[in-house]
């Protein structure tokens, strides 16, 4: 009988191997925690996003904290931040884990699977304003894709890119403000703040006017969400003159509250393209007096966003850069 000598390899533990996987698996999760909070902005509501208990979220940002070295959040309350290390770690993962999020429309889209569908977010007054022709150049160039166009306010609009129902966003960006590490931000136009009174009105004779002078007025404002309503508010705490203001209306639609501007009401507080986007649907101005308050309340920017690092089709590429292109600062 002919025997077969076979070198046996030693047999090895599982452990250090499933220790490999399960530290990389971890690892992940720890990432994904860390950006879910910064989302979130509390425990409670990171773990309802990613399925697990509070105390896990919390046990996956803590091991991240010590294999770093470093404080990652800070909670005070309920209201979890992320520290100057946790919003620095949290840039340089972005890619990672949107490109590991894109990586099935990826695939898709090479094998010419993926859906042609393009969702863009962006308040009423830029709807009206930069992107009409911006449409109707994206659709004779790309007649194939559904286009989804949502009239959201700045706030919202962003955080529709950020819950990934939207793929691109307009919007306003107030004095301050700190997108998510997750958004790519492309300044396109700026313009001035302006105060909105009738003619004859007393705001109309005040020379130079001041912050003062406007929280004196009975003022109609667009709704909290609002990138004019977010501006304004922050210039008048900053003054400590929150306390004077008297907002007799809010309103988010545009020819509402130029309207009540006409009959006297109070003085708005809009934007050059906010009134150019009424002369558009109208023909035709009220008989109202601009003034230029950009030396008391800003500017106002109009920003383009999209999610960093996420893997973008061909469709959404085009539109994307024809917007980039088109839209620009009046002359």
């Known amino acids: 009988m002919a025997v077969t000598l076979r070198a046996m390899k030693p047999k090895r533990s599982a452990k250090p191997s499933d220790d490999r996987r399960y530290f990389k698996e971890v690892r992940f999760r720890q990432i994904r925690a860390l950006f879910e909070i910064a989302r979130h902005g509390t425990f409670a509501a990171?773990?309802?996003?990613?399925?697990?208990?509070?105390?896990?979220?919390?046990?996956?940002?803590?091991?991240?904290?010590?294999?770093?070295?470093v404080q990652l959040v800070t909670a005070k309350g309920h209201d979890v931040r992320l520290t100057e290390d946790g919003e620095r770690l949290l840039d340089l993962a972005a890619p990672l884990v949107e490109g590991f999020d894109s990586l099935k429309k990826m695939f898709l889209d090479q094998h010419g699977q993926a859906e042609r569908h393009l969702r863009?977010?962006?308040?009423?007054?830029?709807?009206?304003?930069?992107?009409?022709?911006?449409?109707?150049?994206?659709?004779?160039?790309?007649?194939?894709?559904?286009?989804?166009?949502?009239?959201?306010?700045?706030?919202?609009?962003w955080e529709?890119?950020?819950?990934?129902?939207?793929?691109?966003?307009?919007?306003?960006?107030?004095?301050?403000?700190?997108?998510?590490?997750?958004?790519?931000?492309?300044?396109?136009?700026?313009?001035?703040?302006?105060?909105?009174?009738?003619?004859?009105?007393?705001?109309?004779e005040i020379t130079a006017p001041k912050l003062r002078d406007i929280v004196k007025q009975p003022l109609i404002l667009a709704g909290q969400n609002s990138s004019s309503r977010m501006q304004f508010d922050?210039?008048?705490?900053?003054?400590?003159?929150?306390?004077?203001?008297?907002?007799?209306?809010?309103?988010?639609?545009?020819?509402?509250i130029l309207n009540y501007v006409s009959l006297g009401l109070g003085v708005a507080i809009l934007t050059l393209p906010a009134s150019e986007s009424l002369l558009g649907q109208t023909g035709r101005k009220p008989r109202l007096i601009y003034r230029d308050v950009s030396g008391c309340l800003g500017y106002d920017q109009v920003t383009l966003l999209h999610r960093k690092g996420r893997y973008e089709p061909a469709h959404l590429k085009a539109f994307h850069e024809l917007a980039v292109r088109s839209v620009k600062p009046p002359t």
């Open 234 to 256: 922050s210039r008048v705490a900053k003054a400590g003159l929150s306390d004077k203001v008297n907002i007799i209306m809010t309103a988010g639609n545009l020819a509402t």
């Open 120 to 157: 863009v977010a962006a308040p009423a007054t830029v709807l009206n304003s930069y992107l009409p022709p911006v449409i109707a150049r994206y659709r004779l160039s790309h007649p194939q894709v559904r286009l989804s166009l949502i009239d959201a306010p700045s706030r919202l609009a």
């Open 160 to 204: 529709l890119l950020e819950d990934d129902e939207a793929d691109i966003a307009f919007v306003g960006t107030p004095d301050g403000v700190k997108f998510s590490p997750r958004l790519m931000a492309h300044p396109l136009a700026r313009h001035p703040f302006q105060a909105v009174c009738p003619a004859g009105h007393p705001f109309a």
């Open 46 to 69: 990171a773990s309802r996003s990613l399925g697990m208990a509070t105390p896990s979220v919390w046990r996956q940002v803590r091991a991240l904290e010590d294999e770093y070295g």
